[in-house]
Each structure stands twice: as structure tokens, then as C-alpha cells.
């Protein structure tokens, strides 16, 4: 699974921070890792340069899960680190539905086919 963390302009600190939100989706993501082929992390600064205010934070995770169309999700938040455990969460749960109903495709029988005891 490739992980590509993405920061805006004015952020502070760019390696540490990519490093560590590597770190987090793969602990977090990295039981997709069959399924999903990339993931991209985007953090932004809403007012970089400006003054500072509420929910001006955000992240947007975007999934590409294989043989089906990316999933992507946002969370703003007042720090990037409540944005970021937003996305990642949201993401999870995404995941969760998504490969969850792929896996449900593949290895669904139908109990239509079966042939009851004594017949």
C-alpha cells in the first residue's frame, strides 16, 4: 500500500508531520493493505498567513481501493491533529463498509441452492 502525505504552504514542521501521519495510517488503514493500493493524505491550513480561527484545520484522506472508485474524506477541525484523527476515522469507517461489501460479493452462496435434509 503507498502512502502519500501532502501538506500545504505555511506548514510547519513538513517532514515530522509527514512521518508521523505515514506512521498513523499505516497502523491505523494498513489491514486494507490487500485491498486498498494507495492512499493519499492532504493537510491543510485554511487562514495559513492569516489570523488563526475555529475549525480552520483540515484533512482529506482519499482511498483507492482496487478494481472500485476512490473513497475520500474531510474533517476540519481546530488543530491538525483533531483534523487528521477526524479523516482517519472516517476513513476507517469507509474502508470498513466498502471492502466489507467487496469481500460480501466474492464470497456470497446463496442458500437457494442448497437442498434441504431428505429430499
Not at 66 to 71: A, G
Amino acid at each position: 500500500m503507498e502512502i502519500h502525505i501532502n501538506t500545504g504552504n505555511g506548514m510547519d514542521n513538513k517532514e515530522t508531520l509527514e512521518s508521523w501521519a505515514d506512521g498513523e495510517i499505516r497502523r491505523t488503514l494498513g489491514r486494507f493493505s490487500n485491498d486498498v493500493r494507495r492512499v493519499e493524505v492532504h493537510l491543510s491550513d485554511e487562514n495559513s498567513g492569516t489570523k488563526g480561527g475555529a475549525d480552520d484545520k483540515r484533512c482529506v484522506i482519499e482511498a483507492h481501493v482496487t478494481s472500485l472508485p476512490p473513497v475520500a474524506v474531510t474533517h476540519q477541525a481546530s488543530s491538525l491533529d483533531e483534523a487528521f484523527r477526524g479523516a482517519e476515522a472516517k476513513a476507517r469507517r469507509a474502508l470498513d463498509t466498502v471492502v466489507g461489501k467487496l469481500h460480501e460479493r466474492r464470497d456470497h452462496t446463496s442458500i437457494r441452492t442448497q437442498q434441504p435434509d431428505g429430499v
